[in-house]
């Protein structure tokens, strides 16, 4: 089975720059998450869809970060304008509801200059 | 919301002795919780889980323990080997599928 595909793997761009990260679940998969995660911490939750439908995005900083999920499959995530503190790793996940749990992507590094 | 802390945040072992990893949940309706092996530069590998209705799992040398009166889990790794050596997260969720709250971390050494 292929795994979550995420691309670019790094990204560095300069304060005020945009951004946007592309995410493609497992095959089959409703489920698809977006996770920010900071050096030395645990990933936290920015948004989480289910099929094309925003589920929960109450950790998404909305005055500056956009996500789409359309047709349900592929989704992106946008950062306009990036600020040095969102210098982190961009992880997506899926999940296939109700058997599995989790598959992390292999993530976007982004560098913030 | 659900709140995870885990400790400690750093963790060093002589190679083949015990580690032992410990969390706390805040919300009582959780009833599933995952923990993640994380190594340099790679993604979150789910590792182990356990669910609510049982008290301990095993798998070769992981075991994770679940104390749900007290809201806390434990992961513990016998016999640590060089290959250990990584970050580990635990982690809460209400379901499978559901949103998983993750825990800071904690970073394995295995000494030789």
């Known amino acids: 089975e292929a795994g979550v595909a995420q691309s670019p793997r790094y990204k560095i761009i300069e304060k005020r720059q945009s951004v946007a990260f592309w995410c493609n679940p497992i095959?089959?998969?409703?489920?698809l998450y977006w996770y920010q995660q900071i050096l030395g911490q645990g990933p936290k939750l920015l948004i989480q869809?289910?099929?094309?439908?925003?589920?929960?995005d109450s950790q998404l900083p909305k005055d500056r970060f956009s996500a789409e999920r359309l047709k349900g499959v592929d989704s992106t995530l946008k950062i306009q304008p990036a600020k040095l503190e969102d210098s982190a790793v961009y992880l997506c996940?899926?999940?296939?509801?109700?058997?599995?749990?989790?598959?992390f992507g292999s993530g976007t590094r982004l560098t913030v200059v | 919301g659900e709140n995870v802390e885990q400790h400690p945040s750093t963790l060093s072992v002589q190679e083949g002795d015990s580690a032992v990893i410990k969390c706390t949940y805040s919300?009582?309706?959780?009833?599933?919780f995952p923990w993640y092996k994380q190594e340099l530069g790679k993604r979150p590998q789910l590792i182990i889980d356990?669910?609510?209705?049982?008290g301990e799992k095993k798998d070769q040398r992981i075991a994770v323990t679940l104390n749900k009166t007290a809201k806390h889990f434990s992961l513990h790794i016998t016999e640590t080997q060089p290959e250990d050596s990584a970050v580990y997260f635990c982690?809460?969720?209400?379901?499978?599928?559901?949103?998983?709250?993750f825990g800071k971390g904690t970073r394995l050494h295995i000494l030789p």
């Open positions: 982690a809460a969720t209400r379901n499978r599928d559901d949103k998983i709250i």
């Open positions: 095959s089959g998969h409703a489920t």
């Open positions: 919300d009582s309706a959780s009833n599933y």
């Open positions: 869809f289910q099929n094309n439908g925003v589920v929960d």
């Open positions: 996940a899926s999940s296939l509801t109700s058997l599995y749990g989790y598959t």
């Open positions: 356990i669910r609510s209705n049982v």
